[in-house]
């Protein structure tokens, strides 16, 4: 396997997709609901707000922990993805296309909230 700059760049974009996927994205809410309690309280306006607290023993608190933390989380997808380009790829080359556009997606409406948020 070589890794070159466009390579590294790449696997990154599609780390960060992957992982933010995992630890914010409302679509895999599935995946981390079993290993957070939902707590609920209204504010003085009125509003719920919504707090996730990482349940407290076992296996679940491990997995809670690592989805509560996106570095932690990011560390983890990104071996994954490295193994998958290593080992597999044939599969790794699309899977990792598919995530770097999208994380350039993100990056992009991210900076585009951020701006109107300013206007």
């Not at 599609?14 to 996927?21: N, P, Q, S």
Request: glycine share 8%; aromatic share 14%.
């Amino acid at each position: 396997m070589e890794l070159d700059i466009v390579k590294i760049f790449i696997i990154g974009l599609a780390a960060f997709r992957l992982t933010r996927l995992f630890v914010f994205d409302k679509i895999t809410e599935f995946i981390r609901k079993p290993f957070f309690e939902e707590i609920s309280e209204v504010d003085k306006e009125g509003n719920e707000i919504i707090f996730y607290i990482v349940k407290e023993k076992g296996i679940k608190h491990f997995f809670g922990e690592l989805l509560s933390c996106h570095w932690c989380t990011g560390i983890w997808v990104s071996i994954g993805l490295v193994m998958v380009d290593y080992y597999i790829p044939v599969v790794s080359y699309f899977l990792l296309m598919v995530l770097s556009v999208a994380g350039i997606g993100s990056v992009i409406e991210t900076i585009i909230g951020k701006l109107n948020s300013e206007e």
